[in-house]
C-alpha cells in the first residue's frame, strides 16, 4: 500500500472517530426520555455518514463462535432472545432448533418477507417488553451490546432480561474488557473509549451489576462451550483490580506481549452467565 493510501486511510479513520465521538456525546449529554428513541436515530445517522466494511468471512467466524458459547445453554430449551443481534444470523441458525427466537436491535436488518424460520421474529428494541412475554425467555444472549448503552441504562436493561428469563433461565453477555480497550474507534486516538462504546467493562463492573439487577448467580465462561466454574470469576476480578492499577502506557505494553490464544487473548472479552436462580449442578 502506497503512502497516499494509507494518508487517506488515516484521514477515513479520524473522520470515522470524530463522527462517533460526535454521536457519542449526543447520547451521552440526552435524557432518559431522549435516549429511548435516540439509540436508533444514532445509529441509523452513523451507518449513513461512515461506510461500514462488510467481512463475511470474520461474521461467519463469530455466529460459529457464539453457537459454541450458547450450546451447553440451549441444549433441552425451548426459547432464546438475542439483544443487540444486528444481521440476525446467530438467531436464525438457531431457530432451525428451538420453538421459539426473538432477534432485537435497535436498526431493522431488513429481512425478506418470508425467508425466516416459523418460529423466528425481529423485535425493535423500543418494543422487548410489549413483544417478548414476560418470563417466557429460556436463554439470553447479548455480544457486544452493553458497552453501547449509556451507563446509566445498564441496570434497568438488566433487570428487563431478568424480569423476561424462566425461573430457571440465564443471561449470557459477552463484552470487551475494558482492561485490554478501548476497543471502538478510539482506540490510537485516545486512552479510553470515546465512541459508541460509550462504557467499557471489566469482568467485576458487570458482575456487579447482574447481582445487583437480582441474579441468584453469576460464573464466568473460560471459552466457548465449557461450562462455566465456580470460584473463577474472584481471581479474574483480582487480577483486573492489579492492571486497572497500571498507568493505561504501562498496562498496554505489558497486555500487547500475552500470547493470542484463538480466539481471544486471556480475559480480553468478557464472558459471563448470569442465572435467575442459584445452580444446583452444570447448565442444562
Same mark, same amino acid.
Given at each position: 500500500?502506497?503512502?497516499?493510501?494509507?494518508? #487517506?486511510?488515516?484521514?477515513?479513520?479520524?473522520?470515522?472517530?470524530?463522527?462517533?465521538?460526535?454521536?457519542?456525546?449526543?447520547?451521552? !449529554?440526552?435524557?432518559? %426520555?431522549?435516549?429511548?428513541?435516540?439509540?436508533?436515530?444514532?445509529?441509523?445517522?452513523?451507518?449513513?455518514?461512515?461506510?461500514?466494511?462488510?467481512?463475511?468471512?470474520?461474521?461467519?467466524?463469530?455466529?460459529?463462535?457464539?453457537?459454541?458459547?450458547?450450546?451447553?445453554? !440451549? %441444549?433441552?430449551?425451548?426459547?432464546?432472545?438475542?439483544?443487540?443481534?444486528?444481521?440476525?444470523?446467530?438467531?436464525?441458525?438457531?431457530?432451525?432448533?428451538?420453538?421459539?427466537?426473538?432477534?432485537?436491535?435497535?436498526?431493522?436488518?431488513?429481512?425478506?418477507?418470508?425467508?425466516?424460520?416459523?418460529?423466528?421474529?425481529?423485535?425493535?428494541?423500543?418494543?422487548?417488553?410489549?413483544?417478548?412475554?414476560?418470563?417466557? !425467555?429460556?436463554?439470553?444472549?447479548?455480544?457486544?451490546?452493553?458497552?453501547?448503552?449509556?451507563?446509566?441504562?445498564?441496570?434497568?436493561?438488566? !433487570?428487563?432480561?431478568?424480569?423476561?428469563?424462566?425461573?430457571?433461565?440465564?443471561?449470557?453477555?459477552?463484552?470487551?474488557?475494558?482492561?485490554?480497550?478501548?476497543?471502538?474507534?478510539?482506540?490510537?486516538?485516545?486512552?479510553?473509549?470515546?465512541?459508541?462504546?460509550?462504557?467499557?467493562?471489566?469482568?467485576?463492573?458487570?458482575?456487579?451489576?447482574?447481582?445487583?439487577?437480582?441474579?441468584?448467580?453469576?460464573?464466568?465462561?473460560?471459552?466457548?462451550?465449557?461450562?462455566?466454574? #465456580?470460584?473463577?470469576?474472584?481471581?479474574?476480578?483480582?487480577?483486573?483490580?492489579?492492571?486497572?492499577?497500571?498507568?493505561?502506557?504501562?498496562?498496554?505494553?505489558?497486555?500487547?506481549?500475552?500470547?493470542?490464544?484463538?480466539?481471544?487473548?486471556?480475559?480480553?472479552?468478557?464472558?459471563?452467565?448470569?442465572?435467575?436462580?442459584?445452580?444446583?449442578?452444570?447448565?442444562?
Amino acid at each position: 500500500m502506497g503512502g497516499a493510501d494509507r494518508d #487517506a486511510d488515516g484521514e477515513g479513520l479520524r473522520r470515522h472517530f470524530e463522527i462517533e465521538r460526535e454521536l457519542a456525546n449526543r447520547l451521552r !449529554v440526552a435524557s432518559k %426520555e431522549e435516549r429511548r428513541t435516540l439509540y436508533t436515530e444514532i445509529y441509523k445517522e452513523l451507518f449513513r455518514r461512515v461506510e461500514m466494511p462488510a467481512d463475511s468471512e470474520a461474521q461467519r467466524a463469530q455466529v460459529g463462535l457464539l453457537l459454541e458459547l450458547v450450546a451447553p445453554f !440451549v %441444549e433441552g430449551r425451548r426459547t432464546f432472545l438475542e439483544i443487540g443481534a444486528g444481521r440476525c444470523d446467530l438467531s436464525l441458525a438457531l431457530a432451525q432448533r428451538l420453538d421459539r427466537v426473538w432477534a432485537v436491535d435497535a436498526v431493522d436488518p431488513g429481512l425478506p418477507s418470508g425467508s425466516t424460520p416459523p418460529g423466528f421474529s425481529f423485535v425493535a428494541a423500543r418494543d422487548v417488553l410489549a413483544l417478548v412475554p414476560k418470563g417466557g !425467555v429460556d436463554v439470553a444472549l447479548s455480544c457486544h451490546f452493553v458497552e453501547h448503552l449509556h451507563p446509566d441504562d445498564l441496570a434497568d436493561h438488566l !433487570v428487563e432480561v431478568f424480569d423476561l428469563l424462566a425461573e430457571d433461565g440465564v443471561y449470557l453477555v459477552v463484552t470487551p474488557n475494558r482492561i485490554y480497550g478501548p476497543h471502538d474507534i478510539s482506540r490510537g486516538f485516545s486512552d479510553r473509549a470515546v465512541g459508541l462504546h460509550l462504557r467499557e467493562y471489566t469482568h467485576a463492573d458487570l458482575a456487579d451489576g447482574l447481582r445487583r439487577a437480582g441474579f441468584g448467580e453469576v460464573r464466568a465462561i473460560r471459552r466457548p462451550g465449557q461450562p462455566p466454574r #465456580a470460584g473463577r470469576l474472584g481471581a479474574i476480578g483480582a487480577v483486573e483490580r492489579v492492571l486497572d492499577a497500571l498507568p493505561a502506557r504501562w498496562r498496554r505494553a505489558l497486555l500487547s506481549g500475552v500470547s493470542r490464544q484463538a480466539p481471544f487473548r486471556p480475559l480480553e472479552q468478557v464472558k459471563l452467565v448470569g442465572f435467575k436462580a442459584r445452580r444446583r449442578g452444570g447448565p442444562r
